[in-house]
């Protein structure tokens, strides 16, 4: 079985402040990892993927995450945040089961700029 | 690239009837789409999975035989949720995925259609 944690379903931070947002994986296989990013009523947007090679992984909009099997973790993070950045992120695990591949999510952090 | 897209965006519908919602991949070959439901303020939950030209995988409680799903091509797959009541109200994602895992690119992510947005009067 797999399972994804988001640590704070709130996360607020100042314009301009480091943004962390935390994920934590369980999974019996090595992991396929993913941030996305969900504006208000419209779908999700891929902010980056871990699948193999180099665990820090940069994608749009200046996030980046750190993939660290030995703490089971894959925290996104921005130096500093924009207006624009505030929304709902999703972590989620991708593993195969039963023949399929199966995407979990974690719960979501909403992210508020403080201006 | 790896463009989806979903029609409609929104639909209001009567109690009792059935509505088809479209999901497409623009830009590349989808091997199989996935079906989320989304509720406020809550994360996705897979209702099902489709391959082309094979039969849907449903997640365990959800009724096939209430959404019904069908991938007929490698470009298109569609979720017609039949007699619709208002407890079916939600948002409904589709996402789609080019190919085997670890061949990179469309193959190994998910890309998510915009949603759309059913509300059962």
Known sequence: AQSVTQL???????????????????SSV??????????????????????TGATLVK???GFEAEFKK???????????????????YFCAVSSFIGGNEKLTFGTGTRLTIIP | GAVVSQHPSWVICKSGTSVKIECRSLDFQATT??????FPKQSLMLMATSNEGSKATYEQGVEKDKFLINHASLTLS???????????????????????RGAG?????????????????
């Open chain 1, 30 to 51: 090595p992991p396929y990892l993913f941030w996305y990013v969900q504006y208000p009523n419209q779908g999700l947007q891929l902010l980056l993927k871990y699948t």
């Open chain 2, 105 to 121: 690119s469309t193959q190994d992510t998910q890309y998510f259609g915009p949603g759309t947005r059913l509300t059962v009067l």
């Open chain 2, 33 to 38: 789409m996935f079906w989320y439901r989304q």
């Open chain 2, 78 to 100: 569609t979720l017609t949720v039949t007699s619709a009541h208002p407890e079916d109200s939600s948002f409904y994602i589709c996402s789609a995925r080019g190919g085997l």
């Open chain 1, 70 to 88: 030995s703490e089971t973790s894959f925290h996104l993070t921005k130096p500093s945040a924009h207006m624009s950045d505030a929304a709902e």
């Open chain 1, 59 to 61: 994608g749009i909009n």
């Open chain 1, 8 to 26: 704070g379903s709130h996360v607020s931070v100042s314009e301009g402040a480091l943004v962390l947002l935390r994920c934590n994986y369980s």
